[in-house]
C-alpha cells in the first residue's frame, strides 16, 4: 500500500455544516438491508451525486441474497468494501472479486447489466456504494469497468496520526486511486484512531458531504453524530473543511463539481428527459444493453 506523510494543509475558511441528514432503512437487490443515505429528494442539492447506500451486517441473512443481473444506464456506481468480498460480472465482460478496502468504479454509459454477489457465507459484510452522474454528453458512451484492489488506493498520513484513504481526488499532495473523471469527483475515507483534526482541500464550486460511519466528530464547525451525513455548504469563500475528532471515528468525504442538468430517473435509468428514459426501457427490454 502506497503511504505517505501529508503535505500540510490548512483551511482558512471552512466549510460549515448546512444541515445533517438521517439514512432510511431500506432493501436492495434480492432484499439486501442496508441504509440510503442520499435518497433522490437531494439529487438537486447535491448534484452530480444520485445515491450513497450504506450496508453493514453480520447477519448473512441480511446480504446473502445479494445483487443479482439488473441493468444500468446513464450514470457511474462506485461500490467500496470495508470489510467482505462481493463478485462482481457484467455483460460486457468484466469480471472481479471486491475484497476489504477495494473499489470497483463502474461506468454504465449506454447501458450495462451487472451482478454483485457475496462470496461468504458469514461474517461482516460493510460498504457504500455511490452513484455518480454523468453529463448529458456522456451518457451514451461505451459502458467501462475498473477494478482497484485495497492495496492500491493510497493513503495519507497526517501529522497528528489521522489516516486518509484516497479513493479519488486530491488529499495532502496525494492523488487518487481513480482517474478524475467528468465532475472531478473527490472521494476520501477518513480513519481517526485516536482523537486528531485534520484540514481538507475541495474546489470551491464542489457540491460536498460528509457520512460519518463510526463514532462522531465536529466538521467545521458543527457536531456530527454517527450514522448521520453532513451536507456541506457550497461557499466561495470556503477552501476547505476542517475535521476534529475527540474520540475514534471514520467518515467518508465525498465531493464533485455540479453538472447543472436535468435529471430523469426511473429506477436504474439516469437520463435527461422523459423520451430518453423511455428510450432507455425499451432498449432494456429488446436486449440492445451491452
Not at 65 to 75: K, L, M, T, Y
Not at 179 to 204: N, R, T, Y
Request: charged share 20%.
Amino acid at each position: 500500500m502506497n503511504t505517505t506523510t501529508e503535505s500540510p494543509f490548512r483551511v482558512s475558511r471552512s466549510r460549515r455544516v448546512e444541515r445533517l441528514v438521517e439514512g432510511m432503512p431500506t432493501q436492495d437487490g434480492a432484499g439486501v438491508k442496508l441504509v440510503r443515505v442520499l435518497t433522490q429528494d437531494l439529487q438537486r442539492r447535491l448534484d452530480p451525486f444520485l445515491m450513497l447506500d450504506n450496508f453493514r451486517s453480520d447477519d448473512p441473512g441480511d446480504y446473502i441474497a445479494g445483487f443479482p443481473d439488473h441493468p444500468h444506464r446513464g450514470f457511474e456506481t462506485v461500490t467500496y468494501m470495508l470489510a467482505g468480498c462481493m463478485r462482481h460480472r457484467d455483460s460486457v465482460g468484466n469480471e472481479g472479486l471486491i475484497n476489504s478496502g477495494g473499489v470497483q468504479w463502474m461506468t454504465a454509459g449506454r447501458g450495462i447489466i451487472h451482478s454483485e454477489m457475496p462470496e461468504q457465507q458469514d461474517g461482516l459484510m460493510e460498504g457504500f456504494q455511490l452513484w455518480v452522474n454523468l453529463p448529458a454528453n456522456l451518457k451514451m458512451t461505451t459502458p467501462g469497468w475498473r477494478d482497484i484492489p485495497g492495496a492500491q488506493v493510497p493513503e495519507v498520513i497526517s501529522a497528528e496520526g489521522v489516516r486518509v484513504r484516497v479513493i479519488a481526488g486530491r488529499a495532502h499532495g496525494v492523488t487518487g486511486a481513480v482517474p478524475q473523471g467528468s465532475v472531478d469527483p473527490v472521494f476520501l475515507d477518513l480513519h481517526f484512531d485516536a482523537p486528531g483534526s485534520i484540514d481538507i482541500e475541495l474546489p470551491p464550486g464542489h457540491n460536498a458531504f460528509a457520512y460519518v460511519y463510526r463514532g462522531s466528530l465536529r466538521v467545521g464547525d458543527g457536531a456530527v453524530p454517527q450514522q448521520r451525513m453532513a451536507v456541506l455548504e457550497t461557499r466561495a469563500e470556503a477552501d476547505g473543511v476542517s475535521f476534529r475528532a475527540d474520540a475514534p471515528a471514520r467518515a467518508v468525504l465525498i465531493a464533485g463539481r455540479p453538472l447543472n442538468e436535468p435529471i430523469a430517473q426511473y429506477g436504474p435509468f439516469v437520463m435527461n428527459t422523459h423520451d430518453e428514459l423511455m428510450q432507455a426501457v425499451r432498449d432494456y427490454q429488446s436486449g440492445n444493453f451491452a
